[in-house]
């Protein structure tokens, strides 16, 4: 048929898109289900003679030393390799293998495994206990050798065999699964004594709350109460309260009490529960608290039996460690709390105190707060305000060597508040001056007898004690300001100004930049602004750091915002002051040192500059609608950063590595040809950027 005809057969006559279209997954889905079942099996090979089956092995082991070849570090293959020869009864074969693969990787404990079971599944028991005599010891800390080895002694009968595996394992201090297999070992021959003694060497390698309550439970299932006990007792005392578990070990040991029909000491363990329980299961010992009450007694009897035997306890502390001072502070807190007679608790405030540490400072620390809670007692409870009084003159007279080489400065302001409190001036004025003259580090001593007299309306003993103050320390800045603050409280500029001005012409102080500050936020908050001007001249006078410059450019754009020309010309002079600085430096460097070494305070002056620099091209690009030619100057000022390295020397000035750090580049020595790699580096730079452009 012509293909030019109008009716040929094999032109498509409907070309409009199906309803369904047929994708790829369809297409993979249908061929799936219509596969063909697998009717054909892997025919069964029959071995007809000898040497038909050498020829299979052969062929199978070479099958398998092929695959080891291109991998030999794969553990599952050897073992399969050695299967298969343990099913051909080549027992010897087998062997070799698995030592061929312990050669690659002993630390396999499954191929340990493996191999002794093929030697205990075929009875070769001597071989077995060979082949665990080595896993042990090449891997103690696998518990599954350990446990398949004594579990093998254990079925052949031999016990003493197993007993000597289990002390050897225990020597390397396992975890508890290993120590309760130990001792449930024993008890299924009944062994009650040498169980006890394993639970013992149990608590000396896991000293924690659960081993206590294991062996505790041994006790009580063998009828041995006094020892379940003393084994709780025990536990409650060498193990830390801040264990997870310590409060379950509480819990457990007044269950046993109360199981052995002893309320008392049931009850006190549930309310020592109570103290030492967190937050998220008080309502839980609470509630267990509560049910054991509404069976056993009451609130009184439980209020008794905790004073009584906490007062046993803290006696017992005391005997040990009479220098425990928490223990005493303890011990006072509760009978502050509990007892009804006044004397009783002032008589362990005295046997407290009574004891005094070694005379230096960090033994002081915390028996001095004896002394401050006794007086506290005194005052607010018994409301005896002489007594407290007392108190604090025999805490300040027990310090050693006159308070010479070490005192308490809480100590003597409390002591003089309680004066105040008492309306005793006089005597707190008095005290006050004693610890000026007595202590070195006064400052505090001075601040509280200050803050005493301001309160009191005595502004000229507070200017007095201000003079005192800076004549013992005429470098601290802040006894400076806090004299400035006093007249500015009181609207006394004038004062105010006269005590910045002799500040800022002391030499030393401590924090000067305090001060200066201090001064120029005054002057500004009065709207002086000529006056913060001028002090900002005087500041850079001693000194022409950079952060100066910026607050001087601030202050300008702050307060003379109609003119740019205030702050713009501080960034001018900045520039200047810091150009001049880094040329000085550059001209020591290279008068002393080569070109090779590197001055941190040339770097440090570049980086400020190029701080200063940026600072100033944020504000003229603000200000760019006013005056562009400003900005375009600042532009052309802008250094260029670079990377650089530089050697590295130890302590002994050897020559141990390089380092890198950035650089700046400013204009002016680029033009001068201080550095000539950098035009270098910028022909480098225009050249990638052309290239970059033409592609």
């Known amino acids: 048929m012509s293909s030019k005809g109008g009716s040929g057969t094999g032109r498509v006559k409907n070309k409009a898109p199906a309803p369904v279209q047929i994708t790829a997954e369809q297409l993979l889905r249908e061929a799936w289900e219509r596969r063909e079942p ?30 080891l070849r291109m991998n030999r570090t794969h553990i599952p293959t050897w073992i399969k390799y050695a299967k298969w020869e343990e099913a051909q009864l080549e027992f010897g074969r087998a062997r070799s293998i698995y030592e061929r693969a312990l050669d690659i990787d002993y630390r396999n404990p499954h191929l340990w ?26 891997l103690p800390r696998v518990a599954q050798l350990w446990f398949k080895y004594a579990y093998m002694e254990e079925m052949l009968g031999n016990i003493a065999g197993t007993r000597a595996i289990f002390e050897r394992w225990m020597k390397w201090i396992p975890d508890d699964k290993a120590w309760n297999s130990y001792v449930r070992f024993e008890l299924r021959y009944g062994q009650v004594d040498k169980a006890r003694q394993i639970f013992e060497r ?55 009490e109360e199981r052995c029909g002893e309320v008392e000491r ?90 005094q540490p070694p005379p230096q400072k960090r033994f002081w620390k915390r028996y001095i707060y004896l002394w401050i809670y006794y007086a506290i007692w005194e005052e607010l409870t018994m409301q005896d305000l002489e007594r407290a009084a007392q108190v604090y003159r025999d805490a300040l007279h027990s310090i050693p060597n006159r308070h010479q080489e070490f005192t308490f400065k ?32 006064n400052e505090k001593i001075f601040r509280e007898y200050i803050s005493l007299e301001v309160a009191l309306g005595e502004i000229e003993r507070a200017r007095t004690l201000y003079h005192k103050w800076i004549e013992h320390h005429p470098y601290s800045s802040k006894a400076w300001l806090e004299f400035a603050n006093l007249e500015i409280s009181l609207n006394e500029i004038e004062r105010a100004r006269a005590v910045y001005d ?108 190029a701080a200063l620099l940026r600072e100033w091209l944020a504000f003229e690009q603000e200000m760019s609608s006013r005056d562009t030619s400003a900005l375009n100057e600042v532009q052309e000022k802008q250094p260029q950063k670079v990377k650089r390295r530089r050697p590295i020397f130890d302590a002994f000035g050897e020559n141990i590595g390089w380092e890198e750090y950035y650089d700046f580049i400013f204009p002016e020595e680029a033009e001068s040809g201080k550095t000539p790699s950098l035009k270098i580096l910028q022909i480098a730079h225009q050249w990638k950027k052309q290239k970059r452009e033409d592609s």
């Open 38 to 67: 697998e009717k054909s099996k892997a025919p069964k090979q029959r071995i007809q003679d000898e040497n038909e089956l050498l020829e299979v092995r052969q062929r199978r082991r070479k099958e398998f030393e092929d695959k």
């Open 113 to 138: 495994v493996s191999y002794a079971e093929m030697e205990m599944k075929h009875k070769f028991i001597n071989h077995a206990r060979n082949i665990w005599d080595r896993a042990v010891a090449l």
């Open 202 to 256: 149990f608590l000396i390698a896991h000293p924690i709350p659960r081993t206590y309550i294991r062996y505790a439970r041994f006790e009580e299932r063998n009828h041995e109460r006094d020892f379940a006990r003393a084994v709780f007792e025990r536990g409650v005392q060498e193990t830390d309260a801040s264990q997870p578990e310590y409060l379950e070990l509480l819990l457990q040991f007044a269950g046993f």
């Open 266 to 355: 049931a009850r006190f363990i549930y309310k020592f529960a109570l103290e030492k329980a967190p937050e998220d299961r008080k309502e839980e010992v609470h509630s267990l608290y509560s049910s054991f009450e509404r069976q056993r007694g009451g609130k009184i009897a439980i209020e008794e039996s905790i004073l009584k035997r906490k007062r046993e306890e803290y006696e017992n502390w005391i005997q040990k460690d009479p220098y425990d001072y928490d223990v005493w502070l303890d011990y006072c807190l509760l009978e502050e709390e509990f007892s009804p007679d006044p004397e009783t608790v002032r008589n362990v405030f005295r046997r407290a105190v009574s004891y």
């Open 410 to 441: 809480k100590l003597w302001i409390l002591a003089a508040k309680l004066y105040v409190r008492q309306k005793d001036i006089s005597s707190a004025r008095k005290l006050l001056g004693t610890a000026i003259g007595m202590i070195k580090s």
């Open 502 to 609: 002799l500040a800022v012409e002391q030499t030393e102080l401590d924090a000067p930049e305090l001060v200066w500050k201090a001064y120029i936020d005054l002057e500004i908050e009065e709207e002086q602004l000529d006056r913060a001007r001028a002090l900002y001249e005087r500041l850079l006078g001693h000194s022409q750091h950079v952060k100066v410059w910026f607050s001087y450019a601030n202050f300008e754009r702050t307060y003379n915002y109609e003119r740019d020309d205030s702050a713009r010309d501080i960034y001018r002079r900045a520039d200047r002051a810091l150009a001049n600085t880094i040329l000085d430096l550059t001209a020591n460097l290279h008068s002393q040192r080569s070109n090779e070494q590197v001055d941190p305070q040339l770097l440090t002056a570049k980086e400020d500059r």
